[in-house]
């Protein structure tokens, strides 16, 4: 596809007008007439045991409708499903004998105002017994351990060890790695700590619901995915699907965390209690306390290699701080990553704690993986006397569709690698990290106006551009230019199935899905106009809205009127619906190479390049890929300096807001350079593959090494604070 | 299809219970932020010269946004074009030099509340120049008649006279109607005469317009179709239809009269002007004074017969009082309608008159010409001593796919017709009436989800229970129960062109593309289960929410297993689409026969019975055809005994409210009896007809010769209240 009209074409995004102009509709945008507001009462506790419930004076209060508890629910399903990624959480819907963290819903209140919800929570009288708290995964795992949920038994690991509040565990064994470490000129093992990171989304989790007299239910929300709301809701709920619509509204942000599970089912709770429209919208320190951040890592890593370089065996045993639920362990694996590595030996723990639940983060699980990986490889190219680059290109294997090599080399060549210059205290660092692209159930529709212009219906929720991706491809099959295309979503009642937003299959899966849908159209234009121009179907050109006979480009009629003479034809108006799913997806590869310099005497770390390669297949909007290498990029490299989610020992957060969770602003960041590798794949709409997900997983390991090559110091923990770097110095100087 | 599951069941509407609970949301329901309220300022006169607008005291009152009128909209396109039925109107948004019917606007006024804006239209000065007016269409057309409008052409009208202020005409001429004359034994030539009526919906014209800063539209409205209000807002507004996006919301009735032009462009104006969202809901003294009732009739009717009673030529000279726009002739040759006569001479013209104009009124000149051609018959057997049933049956033609004779047939044995009885004042009437189903452009979506619903997804308006239908149709067609089948409707941004919810075409024409969609699905699924079941394609049955081996009931899968098995296969998730389009449709007709008392004493004639047959196809929901044919029955005895839009000699309406322009209820009728003929067409989906429209047809007529039946009076002009009862007893005890 070397001659396309729209494809490839830096498009500005469809939505972006609404969004600067403060037209978008967010959820907490809507009024119902007769709507409460809904709230929580939460524990103060990480763990505890609950002695007493006294609700009664907060049901007294005028304006409250209703105060729900896990005691009101006997005889209602109230247990949560939450599905994101694969990985299914199961828990009450509050809290009844016992306390799991600080935050845990112990009660939901509605009433017809917000202060009149929070007066009454303040009113509950609970009675708790307050237990020791879990709070590092390293302790939970321990024979001593206090048990978190009951009917835990304990595991005996890899390792020999028997490990206590396991939830799950993901193995990869290939080869023999004692072997492999047998024919190691040098084996290296290191211990990778990173903490949980939220997605600090800017708007909070949000849902209004609404329940009618026949028990069905509306629930407006900010999702990923309505189709992953509905579902969820239906196994909550036990209510059929086809009983709850859920309708997306624009969302500000989700990087994993939206796709439900967090307040609508509390809103249908209360909305089918009291009759009324009920909305509930999290505070920031609720976000922090009561969300579905990353998990924490604790990684130990040992590998073994040859003097020459190449690596012959790895072996990882990882704790993951999921909380009371959750999954990372599944990421643990990555350590192998697009590496040709013979011998691996690798056994991730989902580890429970008194904290509150996690849940997918934009490559759930890469960025704390890659680090512990990649940072142990530049530690070990550094010993062996070899560029980090060059060490890689040495272990990495042929990718299918996917040029790994490529893509480092060509970020390499951006910053002129192999010439590099630094100043004092300045260092660079290098790192990637990889992806495959999701490959869900999508459909489309498309249909062609008799004003020529192109209609493209589905399901999807947009969060990064997709919506103009979409627009694209259906401009670029139709030959209408992309002004005359318009994107509109359905609810789960009205729209075809479409993939979750997230698992970068968007453009990979619903692309497909569009394109066939306007392939479909295009067959029909063909057909008709073919008909009318009185010429065979196969010396028809479609492009700028008009289908012309090659040759003879004033033998030509408007796509409008083909339309209009399709409307008049057996066979009736024209449009096309596009289904896909499952077909083998594509692997992509992003490249960090960042700059940093080191304030010996504060610490503090500061970035002066940031430049990431991305092998994105062919880039649909390159300015739509450019801003998810840029994001991504950002939250990586800010998981190395920055972002943490600190607890006490008791299990309480230290740092629930935006003023001590440091995110960082565009003061904290150089501008972002980007170079695209456009490696095309088969199954790709266009070749495009999915680019939301790798760009995030290099940033820890990158700025890790930009810090050593700066001063010298080999850090083990994220994020690299002022006070670690601070400390490793001392350390440094003091001859350790 | 005599094997059908669902297709023939009594289904409630679908959207029975939100109706009933009042949670329907209907246009005036919708509050938007910023929210202005239009309204306007109207002609107190018929005809007048606008000397001069004023407007500057109305636009000085705090809380207005907008006065607009003419002259401010000078440089934008404003002129109305209403296309609905095929009948273009061509007008100013507001008079601006001369008023040509009371209430036509002259200004609009938006304002932050309602009583502002009342407040400030009556603070327009203006100053006017009364002309005569034109009432009556016989006096429109004389040669001394004032001209309505301007550059008018003088017509020379069929009967060799000179017309004035005629806007269209219609001519039918088959064989030699003279050599008809000539061979006839007897020859009858009545004039006969209709008024005005309203389409009397109870939701008056409501529409909110919202306009972003780049000049995209948003319309809420309450329409037939949202289409045809989209196409109609470019149109005047010279706006690209994909800038437009119309939302049909839940309509309060429609009857031919919702297809927009009537507020939806002014609110858009308003909108443009000031920025903010504009809602304009009409008064019922406005629907009355400025909307599209259904035209007059004032038509002379000359008919040849053998004295056996065959019916050898038959001439109409028709004048339609459209008032300033519309069209009725192009229904003047019904007066042929479904009987076999050789010889046709009818001549049908618009006539201009200072009244507002009109539009489709179900049927659109059905009642009205059929009162002529009808009342005419009735007279005529009367005269040779034939039945009047069988004077129909010996002129009754063939039908393809539909049985006149046979439907007139059964209504007359449901009532023992040839064995009727009567008591005192008592008399019996019968009429007939046909309607051909439009044909026009629809698509439709269907996708088959993973708990086996299906969801049928369309840009289609239910006015009269289509939804339902179209349910029926999706789950006959894949085998579904039909609770298991969503029918939603998307605006024009997301939908697929539908036909308009009107000339009896929605179950014909969308009801064949949701087949065509669902037969879509139901492909995929016997594709997908035969190898789920290992089986032959052939041999699956799909009933009951499963597929089932044939003979074998136990190797089934549900459909819902089917789904989940699609949405893992590379054909991806199971969804299908229809188009239709112009295919040759069906014919229908009704017959309706009524018992009246007639009150010698004080002319009140009331309604004993009345039963109405239709051919309705096969009727998908029988419960809905009968809520068709009792609703067309109750219109179409009013049009004959009650209702009548009344006005002075000075063009002023006598009675444009509730209170003055009777509107029957319950306690003004019987229980209305139907009669179902089921003769399916080829063409409809499961051999179903469009119901809509004849059975508002034969009211007029059949009441005439009922109430020539009870006391010998032969009325000309309807509607027959007691005072014209009265009149003819009177006229007849003089011996007139």
Redesign the interface.
Known sequence: MTDTAVIGQRVPRLDA??KV?G?AKYTSDLKLSGMLYGTFLRSPHAHAIIKRIDTSKAEAVPGVKAVLTQAKLAGKVAKLVDEAHGTTMDFLAFADTKVKYQGEKIAAVAAISRDIAEEAVRLIEVEYEVLPALVDSRDAVRSDAPIIHEGEKPVKAANGETLRNVLRSTDRVEGDVAEGFAQSDRIFEDTYIVPRAHQSYIEPQVAVAEV???GKVTCWTSTQSIFGVR?NL?RCLDI???KINVIGMTIGGGFGAKFGGVVDVYAVLLAQLTGHPVKIVYTREEEFLDARPAPGLVMTIKTGVRKDGKILARQAFALWDVGVQGSGSWATPRVKGVYDIPNIDVHGYDIATNKPPTGAYRAPGGPQASFASEAQLNKIANALGIDPVDFRLLNMREGREVDFKQTIRKVAEKVDWWNREKGPNEGWGVAIGEWTNGN????A?C?L???G?V?V?SGLMDITGTDTAMAQIAAEVVGVSVD?V?V????T?????AVASGGSQVTFSMGN?VRRAAVEIRERVVEIAADLLEARPDDLDLRDNKVSVKGAPDRAVTLGDVAKA??????????????????PSATTIAALIVKAEVDPITGKVTLRRIVQSLDCGKAINPMAVEGQMEGGAVQGVAWGLWEQMAYAPDGRMLNPGFLDYHLPTAADLPAIETVLVEIPTDNGPFGAKGVGEPPITPGIAALQLAIADAVGIDLHQAPFTPERVRAALREKANGN
Chains 1, 2 share one sequence.
């Not at 509109?488 to 609810?491: E, F, L, M, W």
């Not at 009642?493 to 199935?497: K, L, R, T, V």
């Not at 399709?566 to 077909?583: H, L, M």
Request: proline residues 11%; charged residues 25%; hydrophobic residues 20%.
């Open positions: 007008l609404d102009t037209r009618d007299p026949s579902n239906s059929p699907p086809h869900g159930p999508s459909s529709v249909t106006q008799e004003d212009s209609k219906f005359r318009a509109t979503r359905g609810d009642n009205s729209a075809p199935i899905a399709a409307s008049k034809s057996k066979g009736g108006p024209i449009s096309g619906k596009g289904s896909f799913a499952n077909e």
